[in-house]
Each structure stands twice: as structure tokens, then as C-alpha cells.
């Protein structure tokens, strides 16, 4: 069965560049979540989308960051004029219904900014 | 400020031994808890969970502990197997209208030495 895909797994963009993060969850599954994990740490929290309402994105840390689920399914994390400080893994989850806890995980888009 | 908190870095374990990961909370608000286990490129696998009624749950080798009035909880594996190797992290939500939010700890290395 297709788990949480994400694509690219490996970017790396210069100072400056926009960069745009893809994210295909589970078919079916209502929630879909961003996290963003730096080295060393955990992931931490971004923004959620219940089908293609952004109800939450208080995790996002500045304007350059911006999501989208518009039809509900597949998600773009985009970032625009990119930092150094915005390297890390970026991890997108889904889970089936809304009240859910246990979220299924992609394998991550690792972004590296020279 | 660290909501949720592993404070051992990495743990050294010898195979069939018992292994403990400790986390701990500061948000009274949690009320569900979880543990993910991720081995490298990949992303974090849910393992284990506790609702916050509960004081312990077990399945299979894996068993986690909660101690509400420590704000504390641990995850012990036994016996330990070289394929536990991986990192561990502790995950806590407060249960929301919407979108059930994971808070993480930085996690814990576990290495089982056989």
C-alpha cells in the first residue's frame, strides 16, 4: 500500500532562490500536517490543512513560508527567497479522520541552502 | 521553551537487555502521547501510544509508562533486538477542535549492541 510520499528528497538552493516541497498522503486521509526538523532536534510543528482548508498555521515562521491543499489532496510547502536558516528536513503527515492522533509520516524533503 | 523534553541524548543498550527512554512535559494541557522510532532518510515510524486516562499500554516488546503528576513518560523495550537501533522520540498533543498537533522531543539514540 502507498504511504506519505514527498518529493524532492534532496534540494539544495542558493541564498535567494524560491523552492516549492510536494507532499502526497495517503489516499483518502482528511488531515495533513508540515513539520519542520532541524538537525538535532525534532520535528516542529508548521501548519495543518483538513481537505483543502488551512485551519492552522501558526507554526510558520516567517511570510516567506506558504502552503497549499487545493483540491484537498496532494500539498505544496513553498518557500520563497530562501535563508540559510531555512535548511532542515521538512516532513509532511497525514491521518485518516480529524480526530486522530497517530499521524503517517514521508520519508521528508531534506533542504539545504548555500 | 521545550514542551516536551529528552534528556538523554543516546542510550547504549546490549541486546536482550531491557531498554528506557525517559521524556518529560511541562503542558498540562497534553492528553495523548506517543512514540516514533526513525532510522536515517527516513521519516519517524509510530510506534506506541498512551491516552493521558490510562497509565500504561503494552504492545508486544514495547511498553510505555505515564506518570501524570510527574509529567513524565517512559518507553521500555525488552528485550532489546540490534534492529531497535534507530531514534526515539517522544511526541505529546492536547486534543483540539481541529488537527491534532504533535509537540516533539529532540530525541534519543538508542543503540542495541549485539
Known amino acids: 500500500g502507498a504511504g506519505v510520499s514527498q518529493s524532492p528528497r534532496y534540494k539544495v538552493a542558493k541564498r535567494g532562490q524560491d523552492v516549492a516541497l510536494r507532499c502526497d498522503p495517503i489516499?483518502?486521509?482528511?488531515?495533513l500536517f508540515w513539520y519542520q526538523q532541524a538537525l538535532g532536534q525534532g520535528p516542529e510543528f508548521l501548519t495543518y490543512f483538513q481537505n483543502e482548508a488551512q485551519l492552522d498555521k501558526s507554526g510558520l515562521p516567517s511570510d516567506r513560508f506558504f502552503a497549499e491543499r487545493p483540491e484537498g489532496s496532494v500539498s505544496t510547502l513553498k518557500i520563497q527567497r530562501t535563508q540559510q536558516e531555512d535548511s532542515a528536513v521538512y516532513l509532511c503527515?497525514?491521518?485518516?479522520?480529524?480526530?486522530?492522533?497517530?499521524?503517517?509520516f514521508g520519508p521528508g524533503t531534506r533542504l539545504t541552502v548555500t | 521553551d521545550q514542551q516536551v523534553k529528552q534528556n538523554s541524548p543516546s542510550l547504549s543498550v546490549q541486546e536482550g537487555r531491557i531498554s528506557i527512554l525517559n521524556c518529560d512535559y511541562t503542558?498540562?494541557?497534553?492528553?495523548?502521547f506517543l512514540w516514533y522510532k526513525k532510522y536515517p532518510a527516513e521519516g519517524p515510524t509510530f510506534l506506541i501510544s498512551i491516552s493521558s486516562i490510562k497509565d500504561k499500554n503494552e504492545d508486544g516488546r514495547f511498553t510505555v509508562f505515564l506518570n501524570k503528576s510527574a509529567k513524565h513518560l517512559s518507553l521500555h523495550i525488552v528485550p532489546s533486538q540490534p534492529g531497535d537501533s534507530a531514534v526515539y522520540f517522544c511526541?505529546?498533543?492536547?486534543?483540539?477542535?481541529?488537527?491534532?498537533?504533535?509537540?516533539f522531543g529532540a530525541g534519543t539514540i538508542l543503540r542495541v549492541k549485539s
Open positions: 503542558n498540562s494541557m497534553f492528553d495523548y
Open positions: 489516499s483518502g486521509h482528511v488531515s
Open positions: 503527515a497525514s491521518t485518516k479522520r480529524v480526530s486522530s492522533y497517530e499521524q503517517y
Open positions: 511526541a505529546a498533543s492536547a486534543t483540539m477542535e481541529y488537527g491534532n498537533k504533535l509537540v
